[in-house]
């Protein structure tokens, strides 16, 4: 019995031991399957929570190091991914600047720097002259390759610590950190002559000129917000373009001039559809003949809140906003057909139309014009655009195509202003130009200022001399009129005859002249 039961016991402690190593073979296979597992899954929770900075350690060549290798190339695939998708998300694709949200969040914390530093910053506002038109005339494909260089340009002309972005169309934003007024103007400048030289698309193999007005505000003389700041830089970018200043300060107390306007330019695009636009009348009178030779056509508009809004302040914001096309298209029309009836009814005389510097970079207008001749069956030698000098001698190359499409229909072309444009004489000449106006500042005091009357007399000689008609606009008192006949002016304009009127008033009054012909020729005569 006695060696059965030791040999029992041997077994039981062979048994016993078996199990105890079988444990431990198991706790140690266990541990280091689960350890990387539980690596596995940590790595998951950090790039879940998008912390990709740390890569899992792997070691020796198992399946769990095939694991981990191929953890970590994931990583650093949606790291890559998730930063391309972020650059995209603040970053203007054509220009590769970066986007408007990306800007504010750059003027943020530009302010927010220059509050804890005491010290100034600078918001430059820049937007391209002429943009629209080129993009509008030479389609939107050529516009993009503009913005890329324009984008190219200007980052050559910043200094490396100022910001540059897109703010979107046209519109970019420079910030100046630590600077003063003095030296943010400069700045401005700089960027101004960098947009100077044409712009060099060789993959278009073309050149175009264009400019930029800037708009300057700065931190915290203007305002302390980043909102107010860039409001405030788009008043005074406004004002640059409008004076033709290129680059403009924003000058305290211009805010409400700016929200009228931005009233207005609301108003305006409605304002066709709510026939709130008037096309008045105004006689151009020859003074050989004593006749009224053209009606010229002056547009009204009747706001229903602001009554009658000058052309003077709703021109310019239609160019600003690119309505002048339609603008003019409508008075072009409307003239047309008025004119047109009047012929009809025995009134034998032509129509003026202004034209905006933008339509004479418009290369439709000329079919525009030739489809309305048509349309209402209108001479073509009867009708007669008025160009101001200043805009023809703004890009004389771009105006000289316009102009001689129109002067190929047989339209006829007036240079209005004539005399505050600054104009060479060698210009003039290469115009294909019918007649010049002279401005009207130089004729409403003709008969009490002197150095008007020799201004007045060397227009007309030289307008004599290149054998254009030569009329003078804004004659009020009998003795401008004496003096313009007595220096061989051809056609006068002015309310000593009529100021603009509507149509019915402009008829009544055209029969009234006609009828008193005889005593109005002995005062003209
Ligand atoms: N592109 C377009 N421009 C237009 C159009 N309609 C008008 N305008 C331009 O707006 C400016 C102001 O025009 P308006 O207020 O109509 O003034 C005209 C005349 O009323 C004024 N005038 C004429 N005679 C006299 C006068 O004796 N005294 C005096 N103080 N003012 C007078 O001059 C304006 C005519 O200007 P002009 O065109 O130079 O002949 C003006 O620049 C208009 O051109 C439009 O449809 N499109």
Not at 38 to 45: C, E, G, V
Not at 110 to 132: G, I, N, P
Not at 245 to 250: D, E, N, P
């Amino acid at each position: 019995m006695q060696p059965y039961q030791q040999l029992k016991r041997q077994i039981m402690l062979l048994a016993t031991l078996a199990a105890l190593l079988a444990l431990v073979v198991s706790v140690v296979v266990g541990r280091s399957v689960t350890r990387p597992v539980a690596r596995l899954a940590d790595a998951a929770r950090r790039i879940e929570a998008g912390d990709y900075a740390e890569n899992l350690a792997v070691a020796g060549d198992d399946e769990l190091s095939d694991l981990a290798n191929a953890f970590n190339r994931m990583q650093g695939g949606i790291a890559e991914r998730e930063q391309r998708i972020r650059h995209q998300a603040q970053h203007d694709t054509l220009t590769g600047l970066p986007n408007r949200v990306h800007a504010l969040s750059l003027l943020e914390a530009a302010l927010e720097h220059a509050r804890s530093s005491d010290t100034r910053c600078a918001v430059l506002l820049l937007d391209l002259d002429r943009f629209k038109e080129i993009n509008d005339t030479l389609g939107h494909a050529f516009g993009d390759s503009v913005l890329e260089e324009v984008g190219r340009r200007l980052r050559n002309a910043i200094d490396s610590d100022d910001r540059l972005a897109r703010l979107g169309g046209d519109e970019f934003l420079v910030l100046i950190g630590d600077t003063d007024q003095a030296s943010a103007q400069e700045r401005a400048w700089s960027i101004i002559r960098a947009l100077e030289a044409p712009l060099d698309l060789s993959e278009r193999q073309a050149q175009v000129s264009i400019g930029a007005s800037i708009g300057l505000t700065l931190y915290p003389l203007h305002a302390t917000s980043a909102d107010a700041l860039l409001r405030r830089a788009d008043i005074a970018m406004y004002e640059a373009k409008q004076a033709q200043r290129r680059v403009a300060v924003y000058q305290t107390g211009h805010d409400e001039t700016h929200l009228r306007r931005i009233g207005l330019i609301s108003d305006l695009r409605r304002a066709r559809e709510r026939d709130e636009l008037r096309v008045f009348y105004q006689p151009k009178v020859d003074l050989r003949s004593g006749r009224v030779a053209h009606a010229e056509a002056l547009l009204r508009w009747q706001h229903p809140a602001l009554g009658t809004i000058s052309p003077d302040e709703f021109i310019p914001l239609a160019e600003h906003c690119g309505l002048i096309h339609e603008i003019t298209a409508f008075v072009l029309a409307a003239g047309l057909q008025q004119a047109s009836a009047w012929r009809e009814d025995g009134l034998e005389i032509g129509l003026a139309v202004n034209l905006s510097p933008m339509d004479l970079l418009d290369a439709r207008l000329p079919d525009r014009v030739a489809g309305l001749l048509q349309a209402h069956r209108f001479p073509a030698q009867e009708l007669i655009l008025e160009i101001t000098e200043s805009t023809v001698m703004r890009d004389v190359q771009s105006a000289l195509i316009t102009m001689r499409a129109l002067r190929a229909l047989g339209v006829r072309l007036s240079i209005d202003d004539f005399g505050t444009g600054h104009s060479s004489l060698a210009q003039l000449r290469s115009l294909p130009v019918d007649e010049i106006k002279i401005d009207k500042s130089f004729v409403m005091r003709l008969d009490t200022n002197p150095e008007d009357t020799v201004i007045v007399r060397s227009a007309i000689e030289i307008g004599h001399n290149m054998g254009l008609v030569v009329i003078a606009e804004g004659v009020e008192q009998s003795g401008s009129l004496e003096i313009l006949q007595r220096l061989h002016c051809d056609m006068v304009q002015g309310y000593f005859f009529s100021k603009p009127v509507p149509a019915e008033d402009f008829r009544r009054w055209h029969d009234d002249f006609q009828a008193n012909a005889s005593t109005r020729s002995e005062q003209i005569a």
